[in-house]
Structure formats: C-alpha cells, structure tokens
C-alpha cells in the first residue's frame, strides 16, 4: 500500500496571526460574542389568531389529506385519528339537533412561553332553523413550534375533544 504524504500547509505569516488575535481581543472588550454558536433556531413569533384558526380549520376538516392534517397536529397521525372520532360525533350532534358549530382562535390573550402558546377558543354554535347563536369559551389550549410550524399539542386536542363529552387516548 502506497503511503501519500501530505503536503504541509503554508505559514500563516505572524503579522496576520497578530492581527486576528488582536481583533478577537478587542470583539470581545466591546462585548461582541465571537466564539458563542448560533442558536438552533430563533424563538417563534407569536401566533395571530387568525394563523391559529386557519390551522384549526384544516385540522377540522376530514376531507383534507391525513398528512396535511398531521403536520399541523403534536401527535400526527394518531391525533388526526382522534380528532376524526370527534368530528363524526360532532357532525351526527349537529344533524340530530339542528345547530352547526364553529370556532375561532380568539387574538387575545395569545401567550407564548419558549416554544408553547396558550390560547383560548370561543365555540359558536348557531340554530339552523332560527339563526339563534350561542358561544362557549375554550381556556387554555396549547400549541407547540416543532419543525418551524405551530401545531396544537396532543393535550389541546384532548381540551376540545373533552369539551364535547369526548374521551382520549393521546398523551
């Protein structure tokens, strides 16, 4: 077997060694972090409202894929499973009482805490012979920033699902 040697590198002339060292010193009196690594990733903005109820929505919405669903959901695809049982119960509630029920992520308050945002939803559930509206606060739901998304967090989904009388099994 051959052995390459490889080939020194060139001196780093003194002056230049100086100088760069004598740059870092001076970074570091100004209170510039030189050698501190970039964080993984910035801390998220705070979602709006609307962000947070269009995710919902799409959520919600049995008709859209599973994979689009779960990638707005903590659990994926175990939580679209849960949330489909909750959807069936829902729709057949409606049909049998005569109501549709929708929800909105209300703006205010939406606080985050590192990667977690607590908000609260406000249900409205609306008489389909009369128009006749009556809305329902649900406090403290969770979301969680993984992957650069906000997605509701197993524990949210157990929050709406429990606020229609509804088991569940994620944890």
């Not at 870092?24 to 947070?52: F, R």
């Not at 703006?107 to 945002?117: D, F, K, Q, S």
Request: hydrophobic fraction near 45%.
């Amino acid at each position: 077997m051959k052995s390459h040697a490889i080939s020194a590198l060139p001196e780093i002339p003194r002056a230049v060694t100086a100088a760069f060292a004598a740059m870092i010193a001076v970074m570091g009196l100004l209170g510039v972090g030189v050698w501190a690594a970039p964080s993984a990733h910035a801390e998220p903005a705070t979602p709006t409202g609307a962000q947070l109820t269009t995710e919902l929505n799409i959520i919600a919405d049995t008709s859209q894929p599973t994979a689009t669903r779960a990638a707005l959901l903590e659990g994926g695809t175990a939580a679209v499973i849960r949330v489909n049982i909750y959807m069936a119960a829902l729709k057949a509630n409606e049909a049998a009482n005569g109501y549709t029920v929708s929800w909105a992520v209300d703006n205010g308050p939406i606080t985050v805490a590192g990667t977690t945002a607590t908000t609260n939803i406000t249900l409205t559930k609306t008489t389909t012979s009369s128009g006749a509206t009556d809305t329902a606060p649900i406090n403290g739901v969770t979301w969680v920033y993984l992957g650069d998304t906000w997605k509701l967090t197993n524990a949210g989904v157990c929050k709406i699902g429990s606020f229609g009388g509804q088991s569940c099994g994620l944890s």
